[in-house]
Structure formats: C-alpha cells, structure tokens
C-alpha cells in the first residue's frame, strides 16, 4: 500500500530545543516537499528537495534544516532559531516537474 | 504570502444540495490550478485540477469552472454529503513543478445533516 507517512501526529516541545520531525514515501517519488500550516493561512513551502541529497529553501526556510540521505525520507528539523514554531507541519512527495503532489497526514507540532 | 485571517470564510450548506466554493487568484500567467480538500487534523487530499486552456473539468460529482477573465475558479459539489465537510484550497501554479504551486486560504464546507 503506496503511501506518505508522517511521525509523529503530535510532539510537543521545550522552547529552546531542536526537533526533528520525519517523513516517508514509498511512492518511488524523486521529489519531496515540506509546508508548514497556520490557522486561518494557506501552505507556506520550507524545503523541497528534487533527488537525494539535494534540497532548496522555500518560501520561509529560516530556522528550519533538512537532509535527504535516502529517496524514501526527508526528515524536517525546527531549530531553536525558528520564533514561532507551533504550526501543523506537512510532507509531501511526487514525480519530479508534476503540478500534483500526495500529502501526509500531518506533524502538530506545539513549543510549551 | 498573503497575511490572512485567523477565520476562514465558511459554507454551510443542507446534506443533498450543490455546493459552490469560490477561489480569486491573484497571476494571470498561471496555468494550472487544483483543488484539494482538507480534514480537520488530516493532510491535504488531492480533489480535481484544470489547465488553463479549459473553462470547465468534470469529475465524480464534482466540477471545477475556470474564469480567466476574472481571474476566478470555482468547485463544484453535486448533492453534497456530510463526509463532504472539510476545508477546500485552491491553489494555482505559475510555473513547472510542485514547488510552483501558490496556496489560498481555503473556505470551510459544512454539510449540515
């Protein structure tokens, strides 16, 4: 069963503290994404990355990193150094120049 | 982005009646647009999409109108069911590839039964 899977569905943070939240595909895609969600907003892109060990910054890549050692994973790491880091984080994959993309079910992430 | 407000515009609509939810974007150069649909605690689902040489697409009881004149979309939900409840976005895209791709806001259906 092809599918995104993201862990985990919460996690809960200390001000101050780096978290890494993962994120896999078995859809054989070259192309991986990260959005963030606020309420109210629309997806705002992190990172993507086009084939392993690439990557680019999106849209609002400061204080978050990213690495993609496998095709399979791209796991997104909040550093201490992103403000406001409480958001609904979502991952996505698809083939490389297609307008379509799946989705993951989502990472909240709350900083307590 | 777009600063946006914490309250997305809703649509509230009885089990079985059509649903209208309307999108305004902002490039003319785009030239390809989808619909996702979103539930509450779940990632975006991928709903139907259009390109820009087309005014109209079909799908399972859905259909998305394409108005370049006005820079519009609209989706379309034939005898809309409770399972249909969730947030719609529109995104349109200017240029090849995923990342290209521009997010609204998205509206909140609620499917009363």
């Known amino acids: 069963d092809g599918g995104i899977t993201q862990s985990p569905k919460y996690l809960f943070r200390k001000e101050g503290q780096n978290v890494t939240l993962s994120c896999e595909q078995n859809?054989?895609?070259?192309?991986m994404y990260w959005y963030r969600q606020d309420p109210g907003q629309g997806l705002r892109l992190i990172y993507y990355s086009q084939i392993v060990n690439d990557f680019q910054k999106g849209d609002i890549a400061e204080g978050y990193s990213v690495s993609r050692e496998k095709k399979e994973s791209f796991p997104l790491t909040v550093t201490s150094a992103q403000k406001n880091p409480t958001a609904f984080y979502l991952c996505?994959?698809?083939?490389?120049?297609?307008?379509?993309?799946?989705f993951g079910q989502g990472t909240r992430l709350t900083v307590v | 982005g777009e600063s946006v407000g914490l309250h997305l515009p809703t649509l509230s609509v009885q089990e079985g009646d059509n649903s209208i939810i309307n999108c305004a974007y902002s490039n003319s150069a785009s030239d390809y647009f989808i619909w996702y649909k979103q539930e509450s605690g779940k990632g975006p689902q991928f709903i139907i999409d259009?390109?820009?040489?087309?005014d109209k697409r079909q799908g399972q009881r859905v259909t998305v109108l394409l108005n370049k004149t006005v820079k519009h979309l609209s989706l379309q939900i034939a005898a809309t069911q409770p399972g249909d409840s969730a947030v719609y976005f529109c995104a349109e895209n200017k240029d090849t590839g995923f990342q290209k791709l521009v997010f609204g806001t998205g509206t909140r259906l609620l499917v009363s039964p």
């Open positions: 996505a994959s698809s083939i490389w120049a297609d307008p379509e993309a799946f």
């Open positions: 859809l054989n895609h070259d192309a």
């Open positions: 259009i390109r820009s040489n087309m």
